[in-house]
């Protein structure tokens, strides 16, 4: 069994919904953000970092339990482990790899940074909001380019790459991003929805 210890958040929903896609058992163990279990010494055990999500693998290599955090980190593990949600294909591989990679690098740190001083800064910092805002969009005309060419961030096969940066994508007027202006990355985002792994992995979490 795979514990998953995340909370509803753009990051928190990546490893249910890939768990749901692989259609691997798992149990949920909700953090409560608000309550700073994150930062308690009993999560700090699994995830030295004290953010969500992070998992526990009571079958780690040589049946020994393994915990992993960082969301793309774990879902290349998911992904080795079950053999699904990477591309056959090694040029579709590459891609899904690098599409991950443009998650961590890029729209999840400008999202939540944009969010962060639009929404919760002691102050207002009009350039940091502006500058962050920017970069979101920006990062999206990116994934609207990719998305005019393919159905799926890797090409033509659903892959890791669509699941860690949907969380984002699924909450664009956090950063300042409206969808109305990325018409592929919209029907992207439709077409993420009408998975039934997707929809599983997001009602695990309401």
């Known amino acids: 069994m795979i514990d998953v210890y995340t909370a509803s958040t753009p990051n928190g929903v990546k490893v249910p919904i890939a768990l749901e896609e692989l259609g691997v058992p798992y149990r949920l163990v909700r953090v409560n953000l608000g309550m700073q279990e994150q930062k308690q010494p009993e999560f700090l055990r699994i995830n030295p970092n004290g953010r969500i999500?992070?998992?526990?693998?009571?079958?780690g290599p040589d049946g020994q339990p393994l915990s992993v955090f960082e969301s793309g980190?774990?879902?290349?593990?998911?992904?080795?482990?079950?053999?699904?949600?990477?591309?056959?294909?090694?040029?579709?591989r590459v891609r899904a790899l690098e599409y991950t990679c443009f998650q961590i690098g890029g729209i999840g740190p400008m999202?939540?940074?944009?969010?962060?001083?639009?929404?919760?800064?002691?102050e207002p910092v009009d350039f940091a909001i502006e500058r962050y805002r920017k970069?979101?969009?920006?990062?999206?005309?990116?994934?609207?380019?990719?998305?005019?060419?393919?159905?799926?961030?890797?090409?033509?096969?659903?892959?890791?790459?669509?699941?860690?940066?949907?969380?984002?994508?699924?909450?664009?007027?956090?950063?300042?991003?409206n969808l109305a202006d990325y018409p592929a990355v919209s029907a992207w985002r439709d077409r993420m929805h009408r998975r039934p792994g997707v929809q599983k992995g997001l009602a695990a979490l309401r």
């Open 53 to 59: 999500p992070a998992i526990v693998d009571d079958d």
């Open 73 to 92: 980190a774990i879902l290349c593990y998911l992904a080795g482990k079950y053999g699904g949600l990477m591309p056959r294909d090694p040029v579709e």
């Open 111 to 122: 999202f939540g940074q944009a969010g962060w001083f639009a929404r919760s800064a002691p």
């Open 135 to 177: 970069e979101s969009n920006r990062l999206t005309a990116v994934l609207e380019a990719r998305l005019q060419q393919v159905p799926w961030l890797a090409g033509h096969e659903f892959s890791v790459a669509d699941i860690m940066n949907f969380g984002w994508l699924d909450t664009p007027d956090y950063a300042g991003v």
